[in-house]
């Protein structure tokens, strides 16, 4: 033929690669592999084309945001995984560490998600990062309260209230009843048996 390659079949650069010069032959069975040698230079790393064929480099696009591609030559990028989120609609990423973390207090249960993770609501609280379920955010216990979201702590009941040992996600101060009249107690986040009725609950001693 033309290329003086009587015999060689002449075949599509793999998904991927795109063709670089008229020289496009199947060293490997269309397959990425040796490629290269043959005509077809890979897609930079940032960039895919998830089609045979590709006939030039403006056919390599960049992912799309909270995608990325960290090797050359792929024809399908990876999506950020749960706990995880792409900043600021971040497109042509090459490399998981585009991917962050969700910090604490927030979680996230999506792959691929772009901007700010979902925030832990009000009575609940996350402590490490990268959580993946609204699971994650943690019930304030019994003697605590939380009266913001995105916490990765609750706040204890101060000295002179308490809650039920069967409180949890309390939101406010007020869910820290206060001591009855003429008792008192200096302990901080303290906790009453449940099940105790009446004001003897609330006789607050240390």
């Given amino acids: 033929n033309e290329n003086g390659l009587a015999g060689a079949a002449c075949k599509e650069c793999p998904a991927g690669y795109h063709r670089t ?4 032959i199947d060293g490997s069975s269309g397959a990425a592999q040796g490629a290269s040698s043959y005509g077809c230079t890979a897609c930079s790393v940032g960039r ?9 480099v403006t056919h390599c696009k960049a992912c799309d945001p909270g995608f990325y591609a960290d090797n050359p030559g792929t024809g ?3 999506s950020c995984a749960k706990g995880r989120f ?4 971040r497109a042509a990423s090459q490399n998981t560490a585009d991917c962050q973390a969700c910090p604490g207090g927030t979680y996230n249960d999506e792959r691929a998600r772009t901007g700010a993770c979902k925030i832990c609501a009000s009575g609940r609280f996350r402590a490490t990062v990268a959580a993946t379920a ?4 943690e019930s304030c216990p019994a003697g605590f309260y939380q009266d913001n979201r995105k916490n990765t702590a609750c706040i204890e009941c101060p000295a ?3 809650q039920q040992s069967d409180a949890e996600a309390q939101t406010t101060l007020t869910d820290c ?4 009249p003429g008792f008192w107690s ?4 303290r906790v009453q048996s449940a099940g105790v009725n009446g004001t003897s609950r609330l006789k607050c001693v240390d």
């Fill in 86 to 89: 792409m900043a600021g609609g």
């Fill in 76 to 78: 399908v990028c990876t």
């Fill in 21 to 24: 010069s008229q020289r496009s």
């Fill in 177 to 180: 009843e206060k001591c009855a």
């Fill in 134 to 137: 609204p699971a994650d955010c």
């Fill in 48 to 56: 895919y084309v998830s089609y045979k064929g590709a006939s030039q």
């Fill in 160 to 162: 002179g209230r308490l």
């Fill in 186 to 189: 200096a302990a901080v986040a």
